[in-house]
């Protein structure tokens, strides 16, 4: 009756969703309050007030046909701010018309790979992994095929040249990166933007840079992002606003083509029409208008380098080793033991819930989430104090 | 670079579209009170009160996570006020948890689609039909098998049956019909439901049944719309408001799988797990609330119906041919000459946009969405006059 492919997926659980529902069973045992869920990436910080006066906004609004179908690719005056808020950014011009407005981040990335893949065409993308990457690819007819990077998660420039093939379509990169926090440098974009130059030339392929960057207004102690449309010939960014102004359930995110793409108008059209065929057809009305509305708003990311810093110091004091995250609201720790599965039901049983790092493409490690209320996470350590008894 | 098929698929070039661009075209030449656009089914008429005072309520709301992760089935209080109100329209329980919330019908048949196909197993759908179902079926990895319909668009129950083999998995069946108007009837539906049944045997297959009902609160004269849950053995309702509450811009709908589906949470466990990775995630948090709160709004289908008289009627005054729709807003005329792109060019010539008929699989017929204003529909008949005078 079934999809033999999905239900062979839905064998293989997933980890965030498994310990999402873990958390649900202890906190109806114990009380919500007593269990510290370090699973899930759901801000728990509020939207910013631009936000909320946004809303208000749209709901005095009485013009007709605000809820109506408007083109496939976005309101034109949604994608003009954000072109405008890019050029910033950028320092260069991204035309209009090289904008898609698009459900959320996840919607963008299945549309860019259908819009480029053939089938079993290889996209690489970098352990450890947001572990949906794989089945995106996958959506799109293509392979993932997988580069471990280094000890502090920084991209292996010679492993990531070693990868590719003559089958390489495109390059998938995150940063600030969920699940490790790491930025990756512009020195080595830059190393990975001439690594591709020579390997087009050398196989007679197109390479395609794709940057997944829902978490680029979320960093810390970080002067500027690298701007991957300056470093890479050939780049798209596919970004979400649900972390930056923390309405993930709104699912309101962009898909931007480098104006440098050769015929770029072309990735345009089979962006559209994917948007349109997958079955999203637009992004969302209301939420395109409040993006437009708080286009200059963003969480203030102060509130969650408390966080960071009260987490991550108290682990490592505990002798935990983790990398300290320079962006996004994850800490990617090694585990004490070298099978993380025994560290993530050992921390259970003190109402600790994290995620093994297999979930991410990396045994040995866990993800802790701290996008929880520092209330939370304060009474979580008198916890994290007696599991770490047992190792250390 | 790109996608091979995505490519070709954008040569064929959708009709729908390119009437919608001739018709901005002709509005910026000749002034948009001038242009009769009956191209594209945007709904012209207002959501109900009760959305407008939902979306007040919800900019109200200060309560904290609204904008958050849901369940990626969507809400339980919304899955179960629809489960409240299929259980009136259906006459039978329809557990919430056979419900999963989605951006609207184009997203649900999607995700309905790659939950059930194996690569090149079939689903049949019935000429004329709305052009984006073979994507769908396509996106899904499956082939769609087109079955013509007789000449009053009802289904034809023995072509139906020959076209069923050992690799059909679906049938896909849209009542109210776009493009024709149709309504299929009670017992249409129970001869196919008997024809499945047989085949199923003979063949040692599963058929899933397919409704797509966005248009189920359009309709005319037709005391009650067939049930398929009641009818079919095993079927799935894929359905949208943006018809029924005026908001396609909004991207929401429902999944409703039939409680008869043996192991039907397994169907639901892939139908969720799509939604999530195909980069739905969930649908829109606001659209949901808005849906809830207006749960039992629905627009006027009256205001419909005197604008498919007004037409209708003097249409087949002047002497065309046309079924007259018992639901949605279209009328599938039959193109007075055989080839309808000649009519279409004709109709331009007179600031009249109608659709040719191939783009919805059958040629020598044009559609005509009569969704647009009264006014403008009464402003149209001199030109539709000036028309038939050069057939008639």
């Known amino acids: 009756m079934f999809s033999d492919k999905v239900m062979d997926n839905l064998k293989r659980a997933s980890w965030i969703r498994a310990m999402f529902e873990q958390g649900n069973k202890l906190k109806q045992e114990f009380g919500a309050e007593n269990v510290y869920d370090y699973s899930i990436g759901n801000p728990e910080v509020e939207p910013p007030i631009e936000v909320v006066e946004a809303i208000n906004e749209i709901a005095a609004d009485d013009s007709p046909g605000i809820h109506r179908y408007m083109p496939n690719a976005g309101y034109p005056f949604v994608k003009k701010a954000i072109a405008g808020k890019l050029a910033v950014q950028y320092g260069m011009e991204v035309p209009d018309?090289?904008?898609?407005?698009?459900?959320?981040?996840?919607?963008?990335?299945?549309?860019?790979?259908?819009?480029?893949?053939?089938?079993?065409?290889e996209v690489i993308i970098f352990a450890p992994y947001f572990a949906e990457y794989k089945f995106y690819v996958g959506n799109g007819g293509g392979m993932p095929v997988?580069?471990?990077?280094?000890?502090?998660?920084?991209?292996?420039?010679?492993?990531?040249?070693?990868?590719?093939?003559y089958k390489t379509k495109a390059v998938l990169i995150n940063s600030p990166n969920n699940p490790t926090g790491v930025v990756y440098s512009e020195e080595t974009l830059k190393d990975m933007a001439k690594v591709i130059k020579e390997k087009e030339k050398e196989l007679g392929i197109n390479i395609l840079l794709i940057s997944d960057e829902p978490y680029n207004e979320i960093t810390y102690d970080v002067e500027k992002l690298p701007v991957v449309f300056q470093i890479f010939e050939k780049a798209v960014v596919v970004n979400s606003y649900s972390k930056s102004l923390a309405l993930p359930g709104e699912r309101i995110g962009y898909i931007a083509v480098s104006p440098k793409i050769e015929s770029c108008d072309k990735l345009m059209a089979a962006i559209?029409?994917?948007?349109?065929?997958?079955?999203?057809?637009?992004a969302p009305a209301i939420s395109q208008r409040i993006v437009e509305k708080a286009i200059n708003a963003s969480v203030n990311s102060d509130i969650y380098k408390e966080r960071r810093d009260v987490l991550y110091n108290h682990l490592i004091s505990l002798g935990f080793k983790c990398q300290k995250p320079d962006g996004a609201f994850y800490l990617f720790v090694k585990s004490p033991v070298e099978d993380e599965l025994e560290f993530v039901a050992k921390a259970q049983k003190y109402n600790v819930l994290v995620v093994p790092g297999r979930g991410f493409g990396r045994a040995g490690y866990f993800r802790m989430s701290f996008c929880i209320s520092l209330d939370t996470i304060k009474r979580s350590l008198p916890a994290l104090d007696k599991i770490a008894s047992e190792y250390f």
């Open 97 to 121: 018309e090289n904008i898609c407005m698009v459900c959320g981040a996840a919607a963008g990335l299945n549309v860019v790979f259908k819009s480029i893949l053939n089938p079993d065409e």
């Open 272 to 282: 559209i029409f994917n948007n349109r065929t997958l079955g999203f057809v637009n």
């Open 146 to 165: 997988v580069v471990e990077t280094k000890d502090d998660f920084q991209i292996d420039v010679e492993a990531f040249k070693s990868a590719i093939t």
